[in-house]
């Protein structure tokens, strides 16, 4: 099968930023029911070998980095290093994504500031349209010309708003199968130690949940500047034109943050603690499941469907509090447009103010305006808590210990297969050894039997091995 090669790479500069190339698949779509081969080929930049080769490189310069700042701590505090100590660097996967990624999130914050600054050329084209209306001294070409202006402002504000979603659904993209695959990675390379700090669920849920919400972030990471950038500029352009009056409004916006801090804090408390619950249930749910077999056989299918349903209604009550807390802000930010005209356009009128169609048609285009940052607030408070939490999830995975790759070497003998020289082997450091001085050759091919007496170490030597 012919591969079918993506039309981006040979499309214009007019058809990539409005995406006239994509025309082709949708009228295909539109004609039948789409087929394996319709699907462009994946560009060599996404395809997943390509982005963990740079991943990769940029973890691994992280590293180097943090056990040079250890080094260089160390002899200044004149730290004498033992030869078996090994140096590992703490990762942050945030930092990390950050560091991997800037180039294409700065390029698609060029895009948001661009697209901010044209939101408001038509309430000031609008003002000098209401001025062209009230005037009969001004010629008819003005009147075309801002016209025109209000047909093109809005036209490239969405070229450049929807080439912005674009590029930042490649950074979530590759930064997804990024955190994913770094999970996984670690999966293999975790020790026998911290294999028991964590089940198949709870990996499962940091692999698809935490991932997921630490991506869903980056959707929105620009509106942390965009959002006070936007309110800043209308809460500017409408002091020139109600001035003081611009104050009860931004008045009432300052209340509001306290308020929102404090309801930040009770959701981040309740997400964690569902995602606690979360961990539970799936690992049971897990163990439910492998040992099915046995739970039929002693009918313990009415035990456990309590012991799960517990889990879950505890979830869904803290659920339910995040979800009220949540709607708390929703409503404060959906009102506040509304309460911020109104004190505003009130109090302009109480200062014996006369409130003229410029000044009105302006200021509440200008409301329209700060909605859209206002009712993005929330979504980007709640998504911020809940990626701090899973940051500090994948962080906590990701630092725990690792097997040590210097204890096990790969024989060059290919009659021998496993051979362990005076080893001594312990559950965990703080306990006794349970294994002492194992010598042990196993023959290429061979049947082996490890014969012993209850609790003299054959399953502790199998897991050894």
């Known amino acids: 099968m012919q591969p079918n090669i993506n039309p981006w790479f040979h499309a214009g500069f007019l058809s990539r930023i409005t995406f006239w190339w994509f025309n082709p698949l949708i009228w295909i779509g539109y004609r039948r029911p789409l087929i394996e081969r319709d699907i462009f080929q994946l560009d060599y930049d996404n395809r997943t070998a390509e ?10 310069q992280y590293k180097w980095r943090k056990i040079n700042e250890q080094l260089i701590e160390q002899d200044r505090n004149g730290y004498e290093r033992p030869l078996n100590d090994k140096l590992t660097a703490k990762i942050n996967i945030g930092w990390i994504i950050l560091r991997s990624y800037w180039p294409l999130i700065m390029f698609s914050a060029s895009l948001k500031f661009l697209s901010s600054i044209l939101t408001f050329v038509n309430p000031t084209i609008l ?26 402002s809005p036209a490239l504000e969405s070229i450049m708003s929807n080439q912005y979603e674009y590029w930042i659904s490649i950074v979530v993209l590759r930064a997804r199968i990024s955190i994913i695959s770094l999970i996984y990675k670690k999966s293999l390379r975790m020790s026998n130690l911290s294999r028991t700090q964590y089940s198949s669920g709870e ?9 997921e919400r630490i991506t869903d972030f980056l959707v929105v990471v620009n509106m942390l500047w965009s959002a006070p950038f936007q309110i800043a500029i209308a809460f500017y352009m409408l002091w020139q034109q109600v001035q003081v009056a611009s104050m009860a409004g931004l008045s009432f916006m300052i209340i509001l943050i306290p308020f929102n801090g404090f309801v ?19 690992k049971l749910m897990n163990e439910i499941l492998s040992g099915m077999k046995v739970l039929k056989l002693y009918a313990w299918e009415t035990s456990f469907r309590m012991m799960i349903t517990k889990l879950r209604n505890l979830e869904c009550r803290l659920l339910y509090s995040v979800t009220l807390f949540s709607g708390f802000i929703v409503f404060a930010f959906t009102a506040a447009p509304f309460l911020v005209g109104l004190l505003t356009f009130t109090t302009y009128v109480l200062m014996g103010n006369i409130l003229d169609p410029n000044k009105a048609f302006v200021s509440l285009s200008l409301f329209s305006i700060i909605r859209a940052p206002l009712g993005m607030l929330p979504m980007l408070l709640t998504n911020g ?20 790759e210097r204890a096990v070497k790969k024989l060059p003998d290919e009659e021998c297969s496993v051979r362990i020289r005076n080893a001594t ?18 023959t290429r091919g061979k049947l082996i039997a490890i014969v012993g007496t209850v609790g003299s170490g054959k399953s502790s030597l199998l897991s050894a091995i």
């Not at 990996?203 to 991932?211: A, R």
């Not at 930040?264 to 799936?282: A, E, G, N, W």
Request: no cysteine.
């Open 385 to 404: 808590v809940q990626s701090l939490v899973s940051i500090t999830r994948v962080n906590k995975y990701l630092n725990t210990d690792e097997q040590d």
């Open 264 to 282: 930040m804090k009770k959701i981040q408390s309740y997400q964690k603690q569902v995602m606690r619950q979360k961990d539970k249930r799936t």
């Open 425 to 442: 082997f312990t559950w965990s450091p703080e306990s006794p050894a349970t294994l002492k001085n194992i010598n042990l050759n196993v």
């Open 203 to 211: 990996v499962t849920n940091i692999m698809s949940v935490d991932s």
């Open 127 to 152: 003002d000098y349209l209401i001025s062209f209306m009230s005037s009969k001294d001004e010629p008819y070409w003005h009147g075309f010309f801002y016209a025109s202006l209000m047909f093109i």
């Open 51 to 60: 982005i963990l080769r740079k991943f990769q490189k940029n973890l691994d």
